[in-house]
């Protein structure tokens, strides 16, 4: 069974412990192990992970979720709102030993419903994410733009997916 709900504080270890196995799983042989391994050190700390939960949870609306699988927490999703109706997907992230599970597909669904009245939710994808694009692709997302973007040194183009939401 799984089970979607908003982030807590008793998450930030599993959140990292996802973003760790999830990022060399993903990122392997796309950015260098030095890139990764510095990335997740930064982006998910204990600082700033911390951060971003307690924003989160003194936010009116809700966008950092997680997935647990028979109570086992195996998943990560969190937006950001650019405007009224359109939300950028920051990232979401399931141990991939529950991949092709429908995980991923229940935080786009829940987004749908608790961001109301949501109009547009997009990502950004390395072009060589061919794992992430597929998911993208599937979901309903469509290929709407690319750019350049300077990475360490690294020039990687980035991909951006956008899924058109119609509330009926």
């Known amino acids: 069974?799984?089970?979607?709900?908003?982030?807590?504080r008793e998450d930030i270890p599993h959140v990292q412990s996802i973003a760790h196995e999830t990022w060399i799983y993903t990122y392997e042989g796309i950015y260098s192990k030095d890139f990764i391994h510095n990335f997740l050190?930064?982006?998910y700390?204990?600082?700033?992970l911390g951060r971003s939960v307690e924003r989160e949870l003194q936010s009116l609306r809700r966008k950092f979720?997680?997935?647990?699988f028979n109570n086992e927490v195996?998943?990560?999703?969190?937006?950001?709102?650019?405007n009224a109706e359109e939300y950028e997907l920051l990232r979401i992230y399931v141990r991939p030993e529950y991949h092709k599970m429908g995980i991923g597909k229940s935080?786009?669904?829940?987004?749908?419903q608790v961001l109301k009245p949501i109009k547009k939710l997009f990502a950004w994808v390395a072009k060589e994410n061919h794992?992430?694009?597929v998911f993208?692709?599937?979901s309903g997302f469509k290929e709407v733009e690319e750019m350049i973007e300077a990475i360490e040194g690294q020039s990687k183009t980035q991909i951006k997916y956008e899924l058109e939401i119609t509330n009926e």
């Open 1 to 8: 069974m799984i089970t979607i709900r908003f982030v807590s």
């Open 74 to 82: 195996v998943g990560y999703a969190q937006t950001s709102q650019v």
């Open 65 to 68: 979720l997680i997935a647990e």
């Open 45 to 48: 700390s204990n600082e700033n």
């Open 41 to 43: 050190s930064r982006a």
């Open 107 to 112: 935080f786009i669904q829940e987004y749908i």
């Open 136 to 138: 993208y692709e599937k």
């Open 131 to 133: 794992k992430g694009r």
